[in-house]
């Protein structure tokens, strides 16, 4: 996906937690804490409340996209940005491109590139899949992209 294409798909929170919640249950919300499959959805709030350990949690807890005050958008086009770059996007272009501050704007791109090396890791995942076949990141991810498309 291209950055337009991620920009109209996404163009909303709620779209951006429907894709997650797509990607990483598949329909099937468990809770991330104790991985009991009884949970009570909490539409409203966007979240679940797992019936075995009684936490509420959402479908970002234990991703990139965790305790984080930047829209999920946001987070989506630097995904797009950082892995369909050629070289290495600095995180002041990122900054830049997104209207975040300058340590926001590296500590998302680390984030993402990080991702990108624990690419058995779920939030690695979920980033890619909102930027797919175009990215130029090497075979890793090229793999990782073709197990991920064989899996929707
Ligand atoms: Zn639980």
Request: aromatic residues 8%.
């Amino acid at each position: 996906m291209n950055l337009m294409q991620v920009f109209e798909k996404f163009a909303t929170h709620d779209e951006c937690i429907e894709h997650l919640e797509r990607v990483r249950w598949h329909g099937k919300p468990s809770c991330p804490y104790c991985r009991f499959e009884r949970v009570t959805p909490m539409p409203a709030e966007r979240r679940h409340h797992c019936n075995n350990c009684k936490t509420s949690f959402g479908v970002t807890v234990g991703t990139i996209f965790h305790h984080t005050h930047v829209p999920l958008q946001k987070w989506f086009l630097a995904a797009v940005l950082v892995l369909n770059a050629k070289k290495r996007l600095s995180a002041r272009q990122l900054a830049r491109d997104l209207e975040v501050n300058k340590n926001t704007g590296w500590r998302m791109a680390m984030q993402i590139q990080k991702a990108v090396e624990r690419r058995d890791q779920h939030e690695f995942r979920c980033a890619l899949h909102t930027a797919p076949c175009s990215i130029r990141v090497g075979t890793a991810i090229r793999e990782e992209l073709a197990t991920h498309s064989r899996s929707l």
